[in-house]
């Protein structure tokens, strides 16, 4: 087992922990909120950050890549899933400042 602090976020967890943890999260109350009726219960999420060294510090530049699995039913076409992912999960939990058109 393994572990550290870090001062990325409030919750001391390193940023790429917690926005993973959020986009499940927000997965989750849409699905059961109704309006991603497509999303079944099961889901992964890993988020990859690039960052720059300033002062020592280690500082988030942009999030160069989201992976989002999700158990889905198969009405739902893959183009129109992905549209929904990323504007109401993706967009609606990663600050703006961190998305970019290569993201």
């Known amino acids: 087992m393994f572990g550290y602090a870090t001062d990325?976020?409030?919750?001391?967890?390193?940023?790429?922990?917690?926005?993973?943890?959020?986009l499940n999260a927000k997965l989750h109350a849409l699905r059961r909120s109704g309006e991603l009726a497509w999303a079944r219960p099961d889901s992964k999420?890993?988020?990859?950050?690039?960052?720059?060294?300033?002062?020592?510090?280690?500082v988030p530049v942009r999030v160069h890549t989201v992976?989002?699995?999700a158990q889905h039913s198969p009405s739902i076409t893959l183009e129109q899933l992905r549209k929904e992912v990323l504007e109401k999960v993706i967009k609606?939990?990663?600050?703006a400042h961190?998305?970019?058109d290569k993201t």
């Open 98 to 100: 961190l998305l970019d």
């Open 45 to 58: 999420s890993q988020v990859t950050i690039e960052y720059k060294f300033d002062g020592g510090a280690c």
């Open 8 to 22: 990325e976020t409030e919750e001391a967890m390193p940023l790429t922990l917690q926005l993973a943890h959020q």
């Open 92 to 95: 609606a939990v990663i600050p």
């Open 67 to 69: 992976v989002l699995s």
